[in-house]
């Protein structure tokens, strides 16, 4: 299947730090945004562990890696970025966070959205699987219902049903986005993360063109992006 078949207007990016989606579904987003769609990133950590250098502050690298990320949404041409500024290496599924993820949902009123796939077996970074599960929730049953965090209806944010999400990263794909036309604003949303990708060049794009083209082949297209695409039934 391609992502041909359904064309939301309205998409919401759940990322669990700044650089995620740029690397797992950049040429996605850029595709979405050149077709007019309205899409909008909420960050959940504020990246400010993610160093090896001990020189950098980490309060510095947080605000370093905000500007980075404002950088790529001008690249993608983003309708919104949301930072939630939660501690890095500290997401946890519970009411907090949850909490946090409903709100966006009800306010942005996504049709699709978009996060990481929690269910990947091997060793990885736990903020990740948190993210993943916890959105999951927030979009069903919780965004949907009107008891669930009432105080959004004080504050004149309605419930929202989101009629599908797609995770990437998947264990399990079942969708694919040609991105071929789309790799030139992939690189430089990816790249405008220099702190943990570095400078574009020559070799990175190689490389990423090498990733992606990998994935393309399995589709008969020159480079893509795979999926696990969950559509809602309420």
Partial sequence: MSEETNKPDSILVITPHPDDSESASGGTIAKW???GKKVVLVV??????????RSVKPADL????EVETLNAAKAYGLADVVFLRMKDQGLEDNDE?????????RIHKPRLLLTIDPNRPYIRHRDHSMTGRVALDAVFPYARDHVAYPEHLE????PHKVEEVWLFRPEQPNIHVDVTEHFET????LHSHVSQVGERSDESDERSRKRLAETGKKYDVELAEQFMQIKIGY
């Fill in 33 to 35: 945004c050149a077709d």
């Fill in 44 to 53: 959940c950590t504020n990246g400010d562990k993610g160093t090896s250098d």
């Fill in 62 to 65: 947080a605000a370093t890696r």
């Fill in 97 to 105: 966070f949850r909490e946090k993820l409903v709100r966006q949902i």
């Fill in 155 to 158: 504050e004149g944010i309605e």
């Fill in 186 to 189: 992939r690189q430089n949303a």
